[in-house]
């Protein structure tokens, strides 16, 4: 059935006539423009609808965020019954004491769209737009890999940004030195904890880290951890790609603007489906934080998987961080890290990383 405003209410209808969850639920406001976002949707952030002439219904969240463009009719209502459930289970949440309401609001929207659709409710649990789950249930610690540091990162500590490169045979030490990184301290094994202690002086240990790299290998990942990288350092894609380097994940915080933002380059390309730069505030548990069906639909599936097995980790930022160790791989020694174990540079002098300045080998 081709997609018109029409159409969408006589189905709507139908199905809140069988609900008694959506008895009372409107279908979010429809248009035939984003233009109209602010006049129609009225709450910002809320689900606005348009539909295209072709038959076509994109939704939005403010007029320049489209969250998905689908031509099948019961997707559209799909994501406006996820919406309507959305909002009632943070309603509950928001007026019950304490954290249980929290840990249950997942799989309480899950329970209320079982309620209408049992097939709704698999989609949800999936996270993605079919309801096909390809990420595996997780029966472990989920804050053992890499999302143990996610509630100190929220605080820029223990570094402001958190960097992972992934290739065929890189190099942690070539890529440290790319960025600004003292080729002869990377290729002496310096460790941080003899950072703090050059020279035979107890330095500061907050100005070791301003003015240092930490570094290293975890599974498949190189990861680099800094606050800031010299002047005149250019670690480029083009640069990364001549050591090998074919996917980049970056974390950054900036603790004082409430800006941590994501960003994952594959083949010299950013992969954000054009959302630009992508904001983990974006991210609300039992909310897909990215484009339905996009480039990054396998994190709102790795996403969904982590509220659903994880209903104890009340930190939005550890359970974000758990479903990107699961999606990519991704981790951090938390030991060595926490034990200053981990190799460290200073920069290098002159404010230039040069991927020439170690030995190949």
Sequence with gaps: MRITENALKRAWYRIAADSDLLDDVMLPPIGTSPDQYVQRAGDPGGLYLVVGEDGTARGYRGPHREIFATQDLDQVLYFAAEE??????????????????????????????????????????GGGTDG????????????????WIAGTWRDQDPYTNLAFFRG????????????????????AGTRLSDLRSMDGTARDHGAIV???????????????????????????????????????????ACAAK??????????????????????????????????RGGQLDFL????????????ELTNEFELYFHALETA???????????????????WARGGSGRADALPSG
């Design 84 to 125: 309507a459930v959305g909002d009632l289970a943070e309603h509950i949440v928001a007026h019950s004491p304490g954290q249980g309401a929290v840990t249950n609001l997942v799989t309480g929207q899950a329970e209320m769209l079982d309620g209408i659709n049992p097939a709704w409710g698999g989609r949800f649990r």
């Design 132 to 147: 096909a789950r390809t990420v595996q249930p997780c029966r472990r610690d989920p804050l053992e890999r890499l999302a």
């Design 168 to 187: 065929e045979d890189i190099s942690a030490e070539r890529i440290a030195v790319l960025h600004g990184a003292d080729p002869g301290q990377t290729a």
């Design 210 to 252: 301003w003015e240092s790299f930490c570094f290293g290998q975890a599974g498949d990942w190189a990861f680099l951890m800094y606050h800031e990288t010299p002047p005149g350092v250019r670690a480029d894609s083009a640069a990364l790609a001549r050591l090998g380097v074919t996917e980049t994940v970056r974390l950054s």
């Design 258 to 291: 409430a800006i941590y933002t994501f960003d994952y380059t594959r083949e010299g390309h950013r992969v954000d489906d054009d959302w630009g730069v992508l904001e983990l505030i974006w991210y609300d548990r039992g909310r897909a934080p990215y484009y």
């Design 300 to 311: 709102n599936q790795a996403v969904r998987r982590a509220e659903l097995d994880h209903p």
């Design 328 to 346: 990519l791989g991704l981790r951090l020694p938390q030991q060595d890290i926490e034990a200053g174990t981990v190799q460290a540079a200073q």
